[in-house]
């Protein structure tokens, strides 16, 4: 592998968040292309999924974790544990994204972990294509800095690209220096194959209804 330059920052950076906050997207925004399925259904991302950030000075390797959950079996039980471990151990810089407004009453205890982060955390409010005003997105704000040791607020919608250069400026100037630790011209650690079993399965379950339609 080609020797990075003087300077290089590069670094582990896992994306965590409840169930649909935006997490797959964020990724697939952050790398310029798809690597991660999207539905509207939740824990459709039930593998820890690298993306591979790649710029001439820095490299970033994202992980889109599963979302938050309170393990029901075996298999949950590792998504859990995958969370926790990328939450707590393994990232240069931990990036949790959220909805703006407050997150159900219930779900609060899911951010627990974070209170333990060893690393920096950013708090990256999504989706405010959506918003008309700033108030819920400043109320989400106001709320998890209390809740969790928050070092930096961004505000982004990565759906439409808002705000998301701006975070991988963030990004960059949170990693350490250190060289890079993928070849810069690769942009995940998947296999083919891996990918094309998610492709299938982000189109399951097919509705009953539209099925019957089909000739």
Sequence with gaps: MKASPAGFRAGFVPITGLPNAGKSTLLNALC?????????????????????????DFQAVLVDTPG??????????????AIRRAATEDGDLCLLLVEPGLPPGDKVPLFEPLKRVACPLYLVINKLDK??????????????????????????????????????????????????YYPQDQLTDRWEKFYAAEIIREHRPLDKDAARKVP
């Design 131 to 180: 918003e008309t005003s700033s108030a819920r997105a400043d109320a989400a704000a106001e709320f998890y800095s209390k809740l969790l040791p928050v070092k930096q607020v961004l505000h982004i919608s990565a759906l439409t690209g808002g705000g998301v250069k701006e975070l991988r400026a963030a990004i960059k100037a949170a990693l350490p220096e250190h060289p890079a």
């Design 68 to 81: 938050f959950l309170r393990s029901r079996n075996l298999f949950e039980k590792s998504m859990e544990t």
């Design 32 to 56: 310029g292309m798809r690597l991660s399925i999207i539905t509207d259904k939740p824990q459709t991302t039930r593998n820890s999924i690298l993306g591979i950030l790649n710029e001439p």
